[in-house]
């Protein structure tokens, strides 16, 4: 089992629609989590990271935690074609493994118009 | 400002040969940190260092790779003796500090291992 895991897609959502990305982790000592953007043949780039139980807004995004379940989600509202990439949910764990973050393998978005 | 820079941007090399992978984090950060994303394993964690110590470095696949960082700032990850399944971008990313929330990721060396 690998420590995080997504949904591979691809997940293709019309434009305007609300797209959700999910994510499941595997080890409780996890601290914070993170939800990344990668454009084809780009790096990645933070979208936003969440660490307590509960939603976070960020324009149009919303990230979702709940611990007890190891559940992370990310909902796009109002979603554009120019969101469409890779998203990457990654992990922090703690101790000396605090500057470690494990990433799933990545779910694919396209946004058509 | 200037963001986290790596080179090459491309690196072509020979089965066994040895290569250096050179990474310069956005000044004053002082946690630096290398990745490696192919297909088929998606983005790996490979070690950070935090100043120019490495607490972690349990990601380093094999002991053909290692990674050292002076002054604080410049990182080179060195890998011996390349084998094909070498092949892949090798990522670099700075923080402020160890832990901190934001990564900021470099454009990568892709790295291709004949």
């Known amino acids: 089992q690998k420590e995080v895991e997504q949904n591979s897609g691809p997940l293709s959502v019309p434009e305007g629609a609300i797209a959700s990305l999910n994510c499941t982790y595997s080890?409780?000592?996890?601290?914070?989590f993170f939800w990344y953007r990668q454009y084809s043949g780009k790096s990645p780039e933070l979208i936003m990271f969440?660490?307590?139980?509960g939603d976070k807004e960020d324009g149009r995004f919303t990230a979702q935690l709940n611990k007890a379940s190891q559940y992370v989600s990310l909902l796009i509202r109002d979603s554009q074609p120019s969101d469409s990439a890779t998203y990457l949910c990654a992990s922090r764990g703690g101790g000396t493994s605090y500057g470690k973050l494990t990433f799933g393998q990545g779910t694919i978005l396209t946004v058509h118009p | 400002g200037a963001g986290v820079s790596q080179s090459p941007s491309n690196k072509v090399t020979e089965k066994g040969k040895d290569v250096e992978l050179r990474c310069d984090p956005i000044s004053g950060h002082t946690a630096l940190y290398w990745y490696r994303q192919s297909l088929g394993q998606g983005l790996e964690f490979l070690i950070y260092?935090?100043?120019?110590?490495?607490?972690?470095k349990s990601g380093l696949p094999s002991d053909r790779f290692s990674a050292e960082r002076t002054g604080g700032s410049v990182s080179t990850l060195t890998i011996q003796r390349t084998q094909q399944e070498d092949s892949a971008v090798y990522l670099c990313?700075?923080?402020?500090?160890?832990?901190?929330?934001?990564?900021?990721f470099g454009p990568g060396t892709r790295l291709t291992v004949l």
């Open positions: 260092f935090q100043g120019n110590s490495a607490p972690d």
């Open positions: 080890d409780r000592g996890s601290q914070s």
């Open positions: 990313a700075s923080s402020g500090l160890a832990g901190e929330n934001t990564q900021y």
């Open positions: 969440i660490y307590s139980n």
